[in-house]
C-alpha cells in the first residue's frame, strides 16, 4: 500500500502529479506492476493514465457502479477504517496525514496478512533472523499513542 497525498478537493492535474512523484519514488520498482484498476472517476484523466502506461502497466477501468469490481481497494478502505480511522478523532490535515503514514508502515511492515501466510508485503531487514527465532523477552511497542500494539522479540 502507497499513500501518494491527501488534498480536500484534489483534480485531475493534481492526481496525475501524485502518480508522477509515486513512479519517481519508486524508481526500478515501478516496472513490478502489470495492471492499474480504477475507477471511472473524473479525476482520472488521460494524463493520469498516461503516467502508468509509460511504465508499461495495463489501465483496467471498473465497470460503471460496481464497487466490488475493485475489491482490493475497498477491503483497503475498510480496514483502515475499521483498525484505525474509527478509533480516532481526526482534527486536520495534517493530522490525517500523519496518521494514515503511520498507519501505512504499519500495514506494510508489522501487519500479518492471512494471504501471504501471515508474512508482511515488506519484507523486514530481519527476515533471515526468523529462521531461527530467539524466544527471549518479548517487547511491545505502541503506535498511534497504543491503537496498535507491535511485538518482537528482544535480541
Known sequence: MHL???APHPT??????QARDLLASL?????AWRFLIRDRDAKFTRV?????????TEI????????????YAERWVGTVRRECLDQLLIIGCQQLVRVLRT????????RPHRSLAHATPVPSERA??????????????????????????AA
Open 12 to 17: 485531475g492535474w493534481w492526481v496525475a502529479q
Open 103 to 110: 498507519y501505512v508502515e504499519h500495514y506494510n511492515r508489522r
Open 60 to 71: 483496467i477501468r471498473t465497470p460503471v457502479q460496481a464497487p466490488n469490481a475493485n475489491a
Open 48 to 56: 493520469f493514465d498516461d503516467v502508468w502506461r509509460s511504465t508499461g
Open 4 to 6: 501518494a497525498g491527501v
Open 27 to 31: 524508481g526500478d520498482r515501478a516496472v
Open 128 to 153: 533471515g533472523a526468523r529462521a531461527a527465532p530467539n524466544f527471549g523477552r518479548l517487547r511491545r511497542r505502541d503506535v498511534l499513542g497504543g491503537l496498535i500494539h507491535e511485538y518482537e522479540y
